[in-house]
């Protein structure tokens, strides 16, 4: 069964103080690594789509990163307004093509 | 409009009741899910349309939940007889369906059951 845990749960950071999050999943055969941002009352927001290992994307002060067997978000020098929930979801090559979600990393940029 | 499109933004009915949860898509994408979140959770599959194929229902929690994509668009999720676990915020999303396409959400219908 395809599987994808997020950690931390939740991170709080002060402005400008980088951190990763991370993203481990299980796929029969990984056909996309999907990135969201979320909200509190929103639906999520579309980031970044990974699809081979070794793939990077960047969007502002994001960076998302993939391996075989786990992507990390990078946050570089964040702003408050950046807090919200990370979601990692992947689809699988075979089969069915719906997305499997993760817990999400709740992130708070205090100023 | 040009985002996906979902109808109440808002929802309170009394337990046991019916309910029909509307998504308009984005026009001219061809797949369309839906999912669920209680608070504080992750997103919970619940149904997916492609095209004129036959949904992939797998998700679905019990038969009193089922959904329906009219003519390759508007798609509409209906309860039967709610339960007070079945509040929570359903999310409608589409694609383009093609390989390697992302998924655009609404921003979901908040469901309270009494």
């Known amino acids: 069964e395809d599987q994808v845990t997020q950690s931390p749960e939740a991170l709080r950071l002060q402005e400008g103080e980088s951190s990763s999050l991370n993203c481990s999943y299980t796929?029969?055969?990984?056909?996309?690594l999907f990135w969201y941002r979320q909200d509190p009352g929103k639906g999520p927001e579309f980031l970044f789509t990974?699809?081979?290992a070794g793939e990077e994307k960047e969007k502002e002060r994001l960076k998302a990163t993939l391996t075989k067997k786990e992507s990390f978000l990078h946050i570089t020098a964040p702003k408050p307004e950046d807090s919200a929930t990370y979601l990692c979801?992947?689809?699988?090559?075979?089969?069915?093509?719906?997305?499997?979600f993760g817990q999400g990393t709740r992130l708070t940029i205090n100023p | 409009g040009a985002g996906v499109s979902q109808s109440p933004s808002n929802k309170v009915t009394e337990k046991g009741k019916d309910v029909e949860l509307r998504c308009d898509p984005i026009?001219?994408?061809?797949?369309l899910y839906w999912y669920r979140q209680s608070l504080g959770q992750g997103l919970e599959f619940l149904i997916y349309?492609?095209?004129?194929?036959?949904?992939?229902k797998s998700g679905l929690p019990s038969d009193r939940f089922s959904a329906e994509r009219t003519g390759g668009s508007v798609s509409t999720l209906t309860i039967q007889r709610t339960q007070q676990e079945d509040s929570a915020v359903y999310l409608c999303?589409?694609?383009?369906?093609?390989?390697?396409?992302?998924?655009?959400f609404g921003q979901g219908t908040r469901l309270t059951v009494v």
């Open positions: 999303a589409s694609s383009l369906g093609r390989v390697n396409t992302e998924a655009f």
């Open positions: 796929v029969s055969g990984l056909r996309g």
């Open positions: 990974l699809y081979s």
């Open positions: 979801a992947v689809q699988a090559r075979q089969g069915a093509q719906k997305l499997v």
């Open positions: 026009s001219g994408h061809t797949a």
């Open positions: 349309f492609q095209g004129n194929s036959a949904p992939d």
